[in-house]
């Protein structure tokens, strides 16, 4: 059976500083990045036991079991390749232009993820997502790993605001984590998930 594996970084645990030191980039990749992937695997060979046992009795637990790990696996997967240790400002190009029709100019834009990122209350995430039903940029808070989303959602620029991405840096002060986010934006990742999103979601909900 094919398991999940953690996925090996493009860039040295140190290339983010300052926005993000050496010592939380291991932390959070090693260890809690790990402990998703492990729970996933976990997830899905329970449920394969159960499927040859015949037994669902705990088929409730692991099904959200799967859902919370596999989230957190994929939602660090994408986070990972969102940031790069040198960056542009902002988008350019088709993205550029669809954040502009979308949310009027980049600086609101700006704003409303930061407000988005900001307001969570416990752990989740901020992300930009396209919204395959009705083919727009929208921004969404992500509860914990899996929770509050659109079910068309496909994100394309992810910030982790769990205290285990933070904390050791910035402590409670979330809004200087989230101002030095933007300095370490692959824009080049997300506009590639941009596209890639355009073009293999479009019509599939409607037929």
């Known amino acids: 059976m094919t398991s999940y594996k953690?996925?090996?970084?493009?860039?040295?645990?140190?290339?983010?500083?300052?926005?993000?030191?050496?010592?939380?980039?291991?932390?959070?990749?090693s260890k809690h990045h790990a402990a998703y992937v492990a729970g996933a695997n976990g997830a899905i060979e329970q449920l394969a036991e159960a499927r040859e046992k015949g037994d669902f009795t705990n088929i409730n637990k692991l099904q959200k079991d799967l859902a919370f790990h596999l989230s957190g696996h994929i939602n660090h997967s994408i986070f990972w390749k969102n940031l790069a240790p040198t960056n542009s400002d902002r988008p350019e190009g088709e993205l550029a232009a669809a954040i502009i029709e979308f949310f009027g100019s980049f600086e609101a834009f700006q704003a409303h993820f930061n407000a988005t990122a900001m307001g969570i209350q416990g752990s989740g995430w901020a992300f930009l997502?396209?919204?395959?039903?009705?083919?727009?940029?929208?921004?969404?808070?992500?509860?914990?790993?899996?929770?509050?989303?659109?079910?068309?959602?496909?994100?394309?620029?992810?910030?982790?605001m769990w205290e285990h991405a933070f904390y050791l840096d910035y402590q409670n002060v979330k809004a200087d984590y989230v101002k030095a986010f933007w300095s370490i934006v692959n824009w080049s990742d997300v506009q590639a998930r941009f596209h890639d999103a355009g073009t293999k979601t479009k019509g599939l909900l409607l037929g």
Do not use: C, F
């Open 129 to 160: 997502a396209w919204d395959s039903m009705g083919e727009r940029l929208i921004v969404e808070q992500l509860y914990d790993q899996q929770s509050n989303i659109a079910t068309a959602s496909v994100p394309l620029l992810m910030l982790d």
């Open 6 to 29: 953690l996925p090996e970084l493009s860039y040295d645990y140190s290339a983010l500083e300052p926005s993000i030191s050496a010592r939380i980039m291991e932390l959070h990749h």
